[in-house]
């Protein structure tokens, strides 16, 4: 979609490009508009661009990375780039505006605006991975000792981190475990990467204790395990506003029964009102028979879960420079380039200039 905004001082040429989703009964959308672009530019000289951004509240990934290109109209070849990532952390504000100052090229006789919207998490890589393996009772459920819960060998570095039981069998935390594993391990396979975020082997063994909680240096007395793990360890943070829970996270709950649960968040449960009232997840459990889905509710709303006692934790996307690669929404001002040192056509819609 293109577009075009004027006013007195100044032409501005923007683009908003939308991605529309459904969901809820409602349109997911997130919006970007290059703005403050003067009708001429001076070669040679700074320009001060503005990138804004409004996202929807329910857009699926809640944390987004913004990535702001000048180009050459002639050739589409990247003149200067500008990366936005709020210091590491993603944004995951509804609104927003960016600031780009650069030198325009003294060889380029007309430009344009390209931008992208980008997840800052791997979310996508853990749904991918998680919805790939069956829920049919292939992989069932036994939480014993000296098991490992996983549904395959994980290795790491060369190294044996986690061993498959010879059974097939599971259960939370180590079927999110290799869901975590497993998922970042195809992103590095994508982009030739060889460590999940520098991780040594004995730093991973470290944090496959911390997410079974099986190494006690919990700082929270009932223990959030993959949400501690996570940030702990460099992988990504914990989120700890409900409103910001999205598909893909990892959660740990307990249940006012003092029983637990590690699984992987796919939405939230609410009444006719938007209430939250219980939780839909991916795990291991006995009633799923293993593998599979389950819906959980809250106490006092049909159920146990504990939501003071309700923890999550998110895997960043490495700051690599892949930004564009995985872009969801892409915004253009192609169609309407603007001349650098020359004065563009007066508009006449259909009426002479004298």
Known sequence: MMCRETNAKMTAVGCAALMML???????????????????LEPGKV????????????????RLVYVLELRDADDDSVIRAATWDNNGNGYA???????????????????????????????KWMIERYESYPTNGTYTYSWVGNSYGVMNDIYYQGALIAPKPGNNT????????????????RYNLLHGYSTIAGLTVSQMQSLRRVW????????????????????????????????????????????????????IFVSWVTNPLGTRVGIRYWGSQGSSNGL????????GMGGSIDPARTYFGRIARPRDGNDIQHALVIMSTEDKPVPIGVPPEPVTDGMAVY
């Open 212 to 263: 079974y909680g099986t190494l006690q240096d919990d700082p929270d007395p009932h223990l959030k395990l993959a949400a501690l793990a996570i940030p702990k360890f460099g992988l990504g943070r914990e989120i700890t506003d409900f409103d910001e829970v999205q598909k893909g996270d990892f959660l740990q709950f307990w249940r006012t029964s003092g029983s637990g649960h590690n699984p």
């Open 47 to 62: 320009a001060l661009i503005t990138l804004h951004f409004e996202k929807d509240p329910a857009f699926h990934e809640k």
């Open 170 to 185: 599971t259960y939370c935390s180590g079927a999110a475990f290799e869901i975590g594993v497993f998922g970042y391990q």
């Open 22 to 40: 459904t969901g809820l009964g409602m349109a997911q959308t997130v919006s970007m508009n290059v703005t403050h672009i003067p009708a001429i």
């Open 93 to 123: 504000t509804a609104t927003g505006s960016m600031f780009f100052a650069q030198v325009l090229p003294t060889d380029a006789s007309a430009i344009y605006f390209k931008a992208y919207a980008s997840p800052w998490s791997m979310n």
């Open 292 to 299: 599979g889905y389950r819906t959980e509710y809250f106490s």
